[in-house]
């Protein structure tokens, strides 16, 4: 029972994030500071590692590694705050 909602639940995700247009920046993002990488190079809450490089995005590190993480409920949080905003817009618009 508990498998087939989560099955679910990231299907709706992934719809969610196919039909809403979002920049990547609100799904995934690399962690850490060159040239000290183990700087800020942990993952958020609620957010997970899908790789580790020596460069990341930007200048290489000279200790350790940066992280990019994705992070699934800060970009379903901005898709809907977004949804949110713009029907409150909207409905602002009919008020006027």
């Known amino acids: ?7 679910y639940a990231s299907v709706a995700l992934l719809c969610l994030l196919i039909i809403t247009p979002v920049s990547t920046a609100d799904l995934c993002k690399w962690y850490g ?6 700087i800020g190079n942990s993952c958020p809450d609620g957010c997970f590692k899908t790789l580790e490089s020596n460069k990341g995005d930007g200048f290489p590190c000279w200790f350790s590694v940066k992280k990019h993480c994705c992070c ?14 713009s029907d409150q817009k909207k409905t602002l618009k009919k008020i006027k």
Do not use: E, G, T
């Not at 029972?1 to 099955?7: E, Y």
């Not at 500071?33 to 183990?38: E, L, R, S, V």
């Open 72 to 85: 699934p409920k800060r970009a379903l949080d901005s898709i809907i705050n977004k949804l949110v905003s």
């Open 33 to 38: 500071i060159a040239p000290f990488c183990f």
């Open 1 to 7: 029972m508990a498998s087939s909602m989560v099955f």
